[in-house]
Structures are given as C-alpha cells and as structure tokens.
C-alpha cells in the first residue's frame, strides 16, 4: 500500500508561480517499485489529465499545455515529487492529483487546488 499527501496549493494571480509537493508513504516494498510517479489535473467540468510524469531514472513527460511553464522533480531518497508551475494562466485552474504507479498498482493522493486569477 502506498499513501500519497500532496501540498502546495493555493490561490495565485496569472503570472505567478507555485510549488507543489507529494510525499509518498506506505510499505518499504511498495515504496522501491514506485515508477512513475506524477501530476494529473481535473478541471469543472472537464475530465482528469496528465500533466507530467518522471520515472526514477528523472526520465520526464509533459503535456503540451504545460511544457516550458512546469518543471517536475522527484526525490527518491525522500519518496518525493514536486511539480514548479511557473507562468500560471487562468485555465491551469484545477484540482491537481498527485499519481504513484506501482507493479501492482495506481495510486492516488486526495488532491490539492491550485486557482489561477485573471
């Protein structure tokens, strides 16, 4: 089992920056094969899409919306991954999930909302 806690979110005016963190926690053996990890985003109305993903070789992925404005890192001696969005726009507003893959599963954090104002 793995437990995901994600933090960071807030409001923000458009041209801002935030930085959001998820800290991944359970058993030992879940925890090693964690690969990848990642940020997905659910806005009203709409359905839930990646926004980036890194392996535990730091091998990353983004979505084309976000690529050049959002960095994604991860830590692995801290089981953590922290998605910096820079150059925020009012339709990166959304309820943002952090996801833990694993050999066995798809795990998900409760998510964290990030409020982008015009």
């Known amino acids: 089992q793995v437990q995901l806690v994600e933090s960071g979110g807030g409001l923000v005016q458009a041209g801002g920056s935030l930085r959001l963190s998820c800290a991944a926690s359970?058993?030992?053996?879940?925890?090693?094969?964690?690969?990848?990890m990642g940020w997905y985003r659910q806005a009203p109305g709409k359905q839930r899409e990646l926004v980036a993903t890194i392996t535990s070789s730091q091998r990353t992925n983004y979505a084309d919306s976000v690529k050049g404005r959002f960095t994604i890192s991860r830590d692995n001696a801290k089981n953590t991954v922290y998605l910096q969005m820079n150059s925020l726009k009012p339709e990166d507003t959304a309820l943002y999930y952090c996801?833990?893959?694993?050999?066995?599963?798809?795990?998900w954090g409760q998510g964290t909302q990030v409020t982008v104002s015009s």
């Open positions: 359970g058993s030992i053996l879940s925890i090693l094969n964690i690969d990848p």
């Open positions: 996801n833990a893959v694993t050999l066995t599963a798809d795990y």
